[in-house]
């Protein structure tokens, strides 16, 4: 379904083309199979392919680019979001926002001289955009569905919790009254003078065989009733299930909790990531926070993969941080002691667009400055113009052009220059269709080319 997102435009786009169109299906198909395990390596590349054309291949308007990269760059983001945890596909778009910026100012100044460092910035911005709307919005709607999975996971499971807990309850209450009504009947039975020794022995295995029963339902009540804020209990259930583990300090039963959740989902990691290893369980509070430290080894062998939306749920508690440090796995997490404020908390779709939306605005605000800047003066008076000369020195030349140039690049749809040429172009003070801008080329320190375009 996600391929026939992509494939649909693709094939109404170059329908009877059918070499590009197969070429292009199949590095579609590519890069589908590959995004499985390389997500943010081919969101970044999917990025750097719309904005590469967009931007170097073809910038004007007279070089139309193709819609459907942009199409699969925004499916490939809106599944990042999804399936991805934050960090490291900001990364990967600061990463290609920084690059960008440093290979389009080097290139703008080395073909345009200084007047290349205004261009280059330009483009910076335009693909800023670019990046904002046709990645960043549908990462942000893969985000948002995302967390509203994790948030629907979680009512569930503390549905389950509770319903464990009553099922605890009952199970306590009827059937471990009536185990133990019947150990206490086996028990009168047993030394009842009526019975010979054979059937004394037999009322004693039964006996027995009930104790044990009842001790077995006493283990599973427990098991099912476990309080959520019991961690003894959660580490005592670890080691019993095979796992190595030391538990230092005591949480404050404010964050009694939370510190379950965050011990248990470090234990569950560990569990799934790095089997037989050796597990650390360090509990610390100063002052108004508790700061909990789980560290385990790195198994050698292949864990299981995970989802991360385990972690991705503590961080609406904690202050989490987690990574390999000094080989070995560290998750610490931050509760604060102080109670959430009473004020109403923004909502899920805000926290999620606040920040882009920031970046965005800043963009635009820095992209016009510019654009009006630039505006402010390229713009070439007729007059001055009339009076240019085939062969004058450049130096004379340029000390009646605007300070600015166009921002662009109409080369695009202009005859070729002369080999090796610095050309410049300008917009016309008073535009006509017979004259739109002009284009001035500079070769061997002279004026070589005068030329006024049509509109």
Not at 41 to 55: F, K
Not at 308 to 313: D, K, M, P, Y
Not at 341 to 370: C, D, E
Request: glycine share 10%; hydrophobic share 50%; charged share 20%.
């Amino acid at each position: 379904m996600v391929f026939l997102l992509v494939a649909v435009p693709l094939c109404v786009e170059v329908w009877g083309r059918w070499v590009e169109l197969a070429l292009s299906l199949a590095v579609v198909g590519v890069v589908f199979a590959v995004f499985r395990r390389l997500p943010v390596v081919v969101v970044s590349v999917a990025v750097a392919g719309v904005l590469v054309p967009s931007l170097v291949l073809a910038p004007t308007v007279t070089d139309p680019v193709r819609v459907w990269p942009f199409v699969a760059c925004a499916v490939l983001a809106y599944l990042a979001g999804r399936r991805v945890a934050v960090p490291p596909v900001v990364a990967a778009f600061g990463g290609t926002l920084v690059a960008g910026l440093l290979a389009g100012v080097v290139a703008d100044v080395v073909q345009r001289g200084g007047f290349g460092l205004v261009f280059g910035l330009y483009d910076w911005f335009l693909a800023a955009l670019v990046l904002l709307v046709v990645a960043g919005v549908p990462w942000l709607a893969g985000r948002y569905r995302r967390q509203g999975a994790e948030m629907v996971a979680t009512g569930l499971e503390r549905a389950a919790l509770v319903e464990r807990n009553r099922i605890a309850r009952e199970m306590h209450d009827s059937l471990g009254h009536e185990w133990g009504l019947l150990a206490l009947r086996a028990a009168a039975l047993e030394v009842s003078p009526g019975l010979d020794e054979r059937a004394r022995a037999r009322v004693g295995e039964l006996r027995a065989g009930v104790a044990a029963a009842t001790e077995r339902l006493d283990d599973i009540v427990r098991l099912l009733g476990e309080s959520d804020d019991d961690l003894v209990g959660l580490v005592a259930h670890a080691r019993a299930a095979g796992q190595e583990v030391e538990l230092t300090g005591t949480a404050p039963a404010r964050v009694a909790r939370q510190a379950h959740r965050v011990v248990r989902e470090g234990l569950t990691n560990a569990a799934k990531h790095a089997p037989g290893q050796r597990v650390t369980v360090r509990i610390d509070t100063t002052g108004d926070h508790t700061t909990l430290t789980v560290e385990n080894g790195l198994s050698d062998g292949e864990a299981r993969p995970g989802n991360g939306s385990g972690l991705a749920g503590l961080r609406e508690i904690a202050q989490l941080d987690a990574g390999r440090r000094d080989g070995r796995f560290v998750l610490t997490a931050t509760l604060p002691h102080d109670p959430p404020s009473t004020r109403r908390a923004p909502s899920r779709a805000w926290r999620l667009v606040r920040v882009p939306l920031l970046a965005a605005a800043v963009v635009l605000v820095l992209g016009a400055g510019l654009y009006f800047l630039v505006g402010s003066d390229n713009r070439l008076d007729p007059a001055v113009y009339a009076t240019l000369r085939i062969g004058q020195p450049q130096d004379d030349v340029e000390k009646v052009l605007p300070r600015f140039q166009i921002l662009g690049d109409p080369e695009h749809s202009l005859p070729a220059p002369p080999p090796g040429a610095d050309c410049r172009h300008y917009w016309a003070t008073e535009q006509t269709d017979d004259r739109l801008f002009y284009r001035l080329c500079f070769l061997d320190g002279r004026l070589t080319t005068l030329e006024t375009v049509p509109r």
